[in-house]
């Protein structure tokens, strides 16, 4: 499953720093001048899972497998650019391809970093960013609008997509993001058919300074304060502590955090939180062959999570044989769960549940 998650927000404002630590690479150029990124960096980075290791030594496997999100780094976007201005019209078609979009924010003064719009303001910064995505989003439904205009003349019982088309423009032109609407609706359902970049799931990144991580300023909560108005998941990180921390081996960069007094880097909790936000879970297969976290869909049945593995687990689907993570790890074996009674058997109508430990039994 490739769901991917791009990253956007003004230019210099951390964008390709926090990328390039994602990834642990320096795919993507960071420089301290606009639209040093313009073609679309894209990283595959691991979901942190403590969950792995633990599975992999009881079953003594061989490798582990974990679930990955996908990251886009993508250019810098300015005033006017649904209009084409700096690199908007590219900016826009690499947006409108990814499944979520992570806006990183920048929330600390430096007067060796440029900032296009003279210095750093966090509301100021998300509304340039939110107001060009909604004008990106009129312009498509002003050509979208009246071709379903035509095709209801032809066929009426298209009637109700052409108003939920015309109710999405109302929205937007009342100022609100078509991410608000009910998940189940037909107007959501019409945003995303044509990939209304409001539709898309959001999440806010605070870049903050090293000496804002234990006590986050003004400008975080100010952040914090829209994220919480948009319902939407906030990480506070710095990107040059990422980096720092990319360059260390495991260890090392253990001992840097526990200096720091933190548990986890900020990047696992945005690599965890853009999981969430692409609507994924996990569940886990583990033998000795290998331990791996596989993602799939909420909601997902058994069966289809069984294709997730191979389509032939998925059409010759007979049950699916579900332990608890804490069964195991509390009796040692998957037998030992078998035999307290603790294995269950789930037919084609179960909804799988994160952290299922699975094994799934199949005719070939």
């Known amino acids: 499953m490739s769901l991917s998650c791009g ?8 964008k390709s720093t926090i990328f390039n630590a994602l990834t642990r690479t320096a795919a993507a150029a960071a420089a301290n001048y606009p639209f040093c990124t313009i073609d679309p960096n894209v990283g595959v980075v691991p979901v942190p899972d403590e969950r792995l290791q633990v599975l992999a030594e009881i079953f003594h496997s061989q490798k582990i497998v974990a679930a990955t999100t996908e990251f886009i780094d993508i250019a810098g976007l300015v005033r006017g650019a649904s209009k084409g201005e700096g690199l908007g019209n590219a900016f826009l078609s690499h947006i409108r391809n990814t499944d979520a979009i992570a806006m990183v924010v920048r ?51 298209l009637a109700p997509r052409l108003e939920a ?26 945003a995303r058919e044509i990939g209304l970049l409001t539709a898309k799931p959001l999440m806010y990144v605070a870049n903050v300074d090293e000496g804002q991580l234990a006590a986050p300023g003004p400008m975080v ?104 993570f804490d069964d195991i790890v509390r009796l040692g074996t998957l037998e030992a769960v078998r035999a307290a009674g603790l294995l269950r058997s ?10 299922d430990v699975v094994t799934f039994r199949f005719n070939v």
């Open 221 to 324: 909560e100010v952040l914090r304060e829209i994220a919480r108005g948009e319902h939407a998941p906030l990480v506070v990180l710095s990107g040059k502590i990422e980096a720092e921390l990319a360059g260390l081996a495991p260890e090392e960069a253990k001992a840097f955090l526990a200096e720091l007094g933190a548990a986890e880097s900020g990047l696992d909790r945005m690599t965890v939180a853009a999981y969430d936000l692409l609507g994924l879970t996990t569940f886990l297969t583990a033998g000795e062959k290998e331990t791996r976290a596989w993602p799939i869909r909420k909601g997902t049945k058994a069966p289809q999570a069984a294709g997730v593995i191979h389509s032939d687990i998925e059409r010759g689907f007979i049950r699916a044989e579900v332990a608890s």
């Open 7 to 14: 990253i956007v927000g003004l230019p210099n404002v951390g």
């Open 165 to 190: 088309a015309k109710g999405l423009q109302e929205l937007l032109e009342r100022g609100e993001p078509a991410r608000r609407l009910p998940e189940d609706s037909l107007e959501r359902e019409v």
């Open 107 to 157: 929330c600390f003064e430096d007067g060796d970093v440029v900032h296009v719009e003279g210095g750093p303001d966090p509301k100021r910064d998300v509304e340039i960013i939110s107001l060009e995505m909604a004008l990106a989003d009129l312009a498509t439904l002003e050509r979208h609008v009246p071709k379903l205009d035509r095709l209801v003349r032809a066929d009426p019982k």
């Open 346 to 355: 789930e037919g084609k109508d179960y909804v799988m549940q994160e952290g």
